[in-house]
């Protein structure tokens, strides 16, 4: 058996916070209904790029999941949809706050079909508050949330993260409030409502930068790769290219003074990591002027020999490449009934037991809609209509 065999999910999402939360509970085991409009999913006209006919962006994030086709503007098609929530465990939707009211497919609508329906609603900024009804988008969760201030490099613009964490961190917020809530519902027979937001999820993930603030009254500023808190922790050029280097503790630092062989690394200005914080740019300078003499392999080859935690920054092409990536099941290939062989991303979640699986390729739009309406009780000329 799967983690979650049995869980049923009906799926209102598109383009990618919400796809992510199903995909992940999909891979989990759960049956996941993907509700489409006549036009689809937006992104299944992303790109390029596209793997033939079929959009790459599309393909990485709706594995595992059936496609119905449905117009919930249409009485007949919204008669549909509630019957499927009526046998479901999960609704999940990342419209707009309001949308779903007003398309009387709401909660309090959901709930006299199914008083146990869990809905898991993801927004750009919540159901509640000033900014509710504003659009939202990563860029910009990733900007009001502050991300942006402290990303990349002292004296230069703000800049985002290089893929889309607000969008995919939300989604995984919700599959762990679907979760949660899933296990509540054993325990009082009750469904409930789950309100998540791109915006939440930045903030809440400062964590150490909000308690450097609170403490110190001072923003958080960029520092490239560079952690606030540690020193030396971040990526170093060396004569070929970059590697990354973690000192994390005073423990760690002896060892790496021992390996280094550099007098200056003695000064007692830098035996503790408070010190080493304090006197950072010359602590830096001295050790880049360093490692810019050799490759990188041969300073991680150094490092290794002593445990000292360090790295090479690898590009996409390196990490699907990678011999560990391959062992931990990380780079899969899966069968597609119209492109072959496609690879795509593994499930990070393991199980002893009940590991995550994939079982099905992204689907071709409406493919499950004859099907899914046949299990409903509709007739097979009703499932053609």
């Known amino acids: 058996m799967s983690a979650l065999e049995g869980i049923k999910i009906v799926d209102l999402t598109r383009i990618l916070s919400g796809p992510y939360c199903t995909m992940t509970l999909a891979d989990l085991g759960a049956e996941v209904i993907k509700i489409e409009s006549p036009q689809g999913d937006d992104t299944r006209q992303w790109g390029p790029p596209f ?22 503007k249409k009485d007949t098609d919204r008669e549909i949809f509630l019957k499927l929530v009526e046998k479901a465990d999960v609704v999940v939707e990342n419209f707009r706050p309001g949308t779903i009211d007003r398309l009387n497919i709401g909660y309090d609508v959901l709930k006299k079909h199914n008083p146990k329906i869990i809905l898991a609603s993801i927004s750009g900024f919540g159901q509640t508050g000033a900014y509710a009804q ?22 230069r613009p703000p800049t985002k993260a290089g893929f889309s964490l607000a969008d995919v961190g939300t989604g995984m917020w919700a599959g762990f409030g679907i979760l949660a809530a899933l296990l509540e519902r054993e325990k009082s027979g009750e469904g409930q409502w789950i309100d998540v937001s791109l915006l939440d999820t930045i903030v809440s993930w400062q964590t150490y930068l909000a308690g450097n603030y609170f403490a ?3 923003n958080p500023e960029p520092l490239g790769s560079e952690h606030p808190n540690i020193v030396p922790y971040q990526a170093f050029e060396s004569a070929d290219g970059h590697f990354i280097l973690a000192v994390g503790n005073d423990g760690l630092w002896e060892k790496f003074v021992s390996v280094m062989n550099m007098d200056e690394l003695n000064d007692p200005k830098f ?7 304090s006197n950072r740019n010359e602590l830096i300078s001295l050790l880049q002027e360093t490692f810019r003499t050799q490759p990188s392999a041969k300073w991680l080859e150094m490092f290794e020999s002593v445990k000292i935690p360090c790295g090479p920054v690898n590009k996409f092409s390196d990490i699907l490449e990678d011999p560990h990536m391959k062992d931990r099941e990380m780079v899969v290939e899966n069968d597609h009934p119209v492109l072959g062989k496609v690879k795509m991303l593994g499930t990070p979640v393991k199980f002893s037991r009940t590991p995550g699986r994939i079982t099905s390729s992204p689907p071709s739009l409406g493919e499950h809609t004859e099907a899914i309406l046949q299990e409903l009780g509709y007739s097979l000329d009703e499932a053609v209509k």
């Not at 793997?51 to 919930?72: P, Q």
């Not at 504003?134 to 004296?155: F, H, I, N, R």
Request: glycine share 12%; net charge positive; aromatic share 6%.
């Open 51 to 72: 793997v033939e006919n079929e959009s790459a962006y599309f393909l990485s994030v709706n594995r595992n999941k059936k496609s119905l086709v449905l117009n919930l």
């Open 216 to 218: 110190s009254g001072k």
């Open 271 to 277: 035996q503790t990591n408070p010190l080493r914080v």
């Open 134 to 155: 504003k659009p939202g988008y990563d860029v910009l969760a990733q900007g009001m949330g502050g991300l942006m201030s402290v990303t990349g490099e002292a004296g």
